[in-house]
């Protein structure tokens, strides 16, 4: 199918770094983005402490629209994070307290002022929670003004409810609300602040055109919906999730040094996709990039890793990960920069119950792993070893009981250099 010709600079840059799946009314939203000032929002609820990964593309639409010279507005979800979001899940997400979500609201909103500029310019970006409003209405008012709105024929169909109950999971009716939260947030955004548009994930997308259709059917005003591809890696997985976890945003949660690392171990066929959506390089530079082969794709995923780590950390932060990286994985070198998990050489009390009390001199691959924390258990440790493969100062292990004694420890800084997989991160484990 041949792609629309937009005159927008806001819609040509997203589409030529391959950010829109659906757009409700795409003439419409290109002429008002091509006349004036767009005012359009991303809602990210506070289920979490940090953003991750997989919310960073929608980090990045608002930020390709303020640089466009539109204006973003950045939903915190203090509402509708007490109801929880149930696209894409088979089961209810955990209910959080108001300290809880007071307290990974105030955790997260930081990573905004990092990719977007805030102040009170027409076109500055603003942060709204939406508890300032929906704590406000009554459950009679709410159902009255909004509920004659929507019909349960169609929230059915929508796939946020729908996949959850052909997989014959239940729905509370309190996640069923989800939906009419959402589009009132819009119709809300609208009348208070000239909100627009709505952006998200593609899985977004039943409750995006229910919010433009809330507003164009209440307020008889324009409101437009824009959704980005589902995005995975070529290998299939799911984006920002790996063997070790979600790949956080704020520093505390994950280290520079592991964030440089995740974008340094794209595979080939992802750095090209990543570049585009996640970094300010010219396209020209991005072609260049990914035309790249054979061992030269490498200078390709160390340019994403430093561009994508020096917008979140700071250049000073992204030299320093790839530093530390060249060294661990090229010049093979120890280095204290690398991350550090410590280690009882003298085991577990389990462990030193069956062996009655006495220091171990050796200890297993698989503890070994399990205390670099990436495993999570001894059992899962085993696995990956015998699967994945696993390096220990640079040998090759694939047996879990194979043990390593304290005068085999690496002699620079007196740790276990700890490696995952062939491209994996490194982590020092240290006997104490």
């Known amino acids: 199918m041949t792609e629309p010709v937009f005159k927008s600079d806001f819609l040509k840059t997203l589409q030529a770094r391959g950010y829109i799946h659906q757009i409700t009314h795409p003439e419409e939203l290109d002429a008002a983005a091509a006349a004036g000032v767009v005012v359009g929002y991303v809602g990210f609820d506070a289920t979490a402490k940090s953003l991750h990964v997989g919310n960073l593309i929608s980090v990045m639409m608002l930020r390709r629209l303020q640089q466009a010279g539109g204006k973003p507005v950045v939903i915190i979800g203090g509402g509708t994070t007490k109801v929880g979001d149930p696209t894409g899940r088979d089961s209810s997400r955990p209910h959080l307290t108001d300290a809880d979500i007071a307290a990974n609201i105030a955790s997260i909103r930081s990573v905004f002022e990092i990719f977007l500029t805030f102040g009170d310019g027409p076109t500055d970006a603003i942060l709204i929670n939406n508890d300032d409003w929906l704590s406000q209405y009554g459950y009679i008012q709410f159902l009255r003004e ?192 690398l991350p550090t998990r410590q280690l009882l050489w003298v085991g577990t009390t389990e462990e030193q119950e069956r062996n009655e009390g006495k220091a171990f001199d050796r200890r297993s691959a698989e503890a070994l792993l399990k205390a670099s924390e990436l495993s999570p258990s001894l059992g899962q440790a085993r696995k990956k070893i015998q699967n994945e493969g696993v390096w220990i100062n640079d040998e090759l292990v694939r047996d879990p009981s194979r043990t390593f004694g304290r005068n085999e420890a690496d002699a620079v800084v007196s740790a276990f250099r700890i490696r995952l997989g062939k491209h994996g991160r490194i982590v020092l484990v240290k006997p104490v």
């Open 146 to 337: 909004y509920g004659t709105h929507f019909t349960v024929n169609r929230m059915l169909a929508f796939d946020s409810v729908k996949l959850r109950l052909e997989r014959e999971q239940p729905m509370t009716f309190l996640e069923f609300n989800y939906m009419l939260m959402q589009s009132v947030d819009f119709l809300e955004l609208n009348r208070r602040h000239n909100v627009t548009l709505q952006m998200g994930g593609s899985d977004q997308w039943g409750n995006i055109v229910s919010g433009v259709d809330l507003v164009r059917r209440v307020d008889q005003k324009a409101a437009f919906g824009l959704t980005t591809p589902l995005l995975t890696t070529a290998s299939g997985g799911k984006m920002g999730k790996t063997a070790q976890g979600a790949i956080w945003l704020n520093s505390d949660q994950l280290s520079p040094y592991d964030y440089w690392q995740f974008w340094r171990n794209a595979d080939d066929a992802d750095v090209g996709k990543f570049l585009k959506l996640f970094t300010d390089l010219p396209l020209d530079e991005i072609t260049r990039l990914e035309a790249l082969e054979g061992a030269e794709i490498n200078d390709a995923k160390k340019a994403l890793a430093d561009a994508a780590t020096t917008m979140l950390h700071g250049g000073g932060e992204a030299r320093k990960a790839r530093a530390t990286s060249e060294k661990a994985f090229e010049l093979g070198l120890a280095t204290a920069d």
